[in-house]
Antibody
C-alpha cells in the first residue's frame, strides 16, 4: 500500500537549521511529484511548493523562496525539506503529499496521499 | 495569488443534518477546485477533485459543485465521523492556494 512516512518531531532554537524527511513506499517514487504544505498551530493549510522527482527541480511558493530547500534522495525514495535560519514563525506541522492525477483526455492533479506530518517547534 | 474564501468559518451541526459550505475564488478558476477533510491530529484527506468528482472510496453523502468563482461542498446526512475541518483548494493557477477552512462542531 502507498505510504509516506515522515521523520519525527523537532525542537530547535532560532537561527538553527533542520531537515525533515518524507520516505515513500508502495509506488514508483519518480512517477509522482512531491508537494510540501505548512500548518501553523491552530491555523489552516499553506502551500509551500513542490519538487519534480524525475529531475530534482524544486519550485517554491513566494513565502518559501528564501530559507527553504526541497531535495531528494531518489535511491531511497525520500524527499527532504530543509529550513535554514529558523524563526519562531516556522513553528508548524509540515506535511509532504504526493501529487496524484486523474486523466480523462487531460491531466488533473491533486494531493492523493499525505504523510502524517512533522511537528517543528522553534523556541529559544 | 488567488485567494480562496470559505464560509462559514464554523458550523454547529447535529448528526443527520444536511451541511453546506461555500468557497469563493478571487478570480475564475474553472473547475479546478478540490475539497479536503482534516480530522483533529490527522493529515488532510482528499474527498472531491475537479469541483464535483468524488475520490476513490469516498461515501456518496459527500458532494461538490460549482465552477468559475463559486463552489459548494455538501454532506447530505452528517455522521459523527464527519466532524472535521474542510478545506477547498484551487489548482488552476500556481501557487495553488487553500481556503481558510470550515470547522464542523457538534451542536
Amino acid at each position: 500500500q502507498i505510504q509516506l512516512v515522515q521523520s519525527g518531531p523537532e525542537l530547535k532554537k532560532p537561527g538553527e537549521s533542520l531537515k525533515i524527511s518524507c520516505k515513500a513506499s508502495g509506488y514508483t517514487f519518480t512517477d509522482y511529484a512531491m508537494q510540501w504544505v505548512k500548518q501553523a498551530p491552530g491555523k489552516g493549510l499553506q502551500y509551500m511548493g513542490w519538487i519534480n522527482t524525475q529531475t530534482g527541480k524544486p519550485t517554491y511558493a513566494d513565502d518559501f523562496k528564501e530559507r527553504f530547500v526541497f531535495s531528494l534522495e531518489t535511491s531511497a525514495s525520500t524527499a527532504y525539506l530543509q529550513i535554514n535560519n529558523l524563526k519562531n514563525e516556522d513553528t508548524a506541522t509540515y506535511f509532504c503529499a504526493r501529487l496524484g492525477y486523474y486523466y480523462d483526455g487531460t491531466y488533473y492533479w491533486y494531493f492523493d496521499f499525505w504523510g502524517p506530518g512533522t511537528m517543528v517547534t522553534v523556541s529559544s | 495569488d488567488i485567494v480562496m474564501t470559505q464560509s462559514p468559518t464554523s458550523m454547529s451541526i447535529s448528526v443527520g443534518d444536511r451541511v453546506t459550505m461555500n468557497c469563493k475564488a478571487s478570480q475564475n478558476v474553472g473547475s479546478n477546485v478540490d475539497w479536503y477533510q482534516q480530522k483533529t491530529g490527522q493529515s488532510p484527506k482528499l474527498l472531491i477533485y475537479k469541483a464535483s468528482n468524488r475520490y476513490t472510496g469516498v461515501p456518496d453523502r459527500f458532494t461538490g459543485s460549482g465552477s468559475g468563482t463559486d463552489f459548494t461542498f455538501t454532506i447530505s446526512n452528517m455522521q459523527a465521523e464527519d466532524l472535521a475541518v474542510y478545506y477547498c483548494m484551487q489548482s488552476n493557477s500556481y501557487p495553488w492556494t487553500f481556503g481558510g477552512g470550515t470547522k464542523l462542531e457538534l451542536k
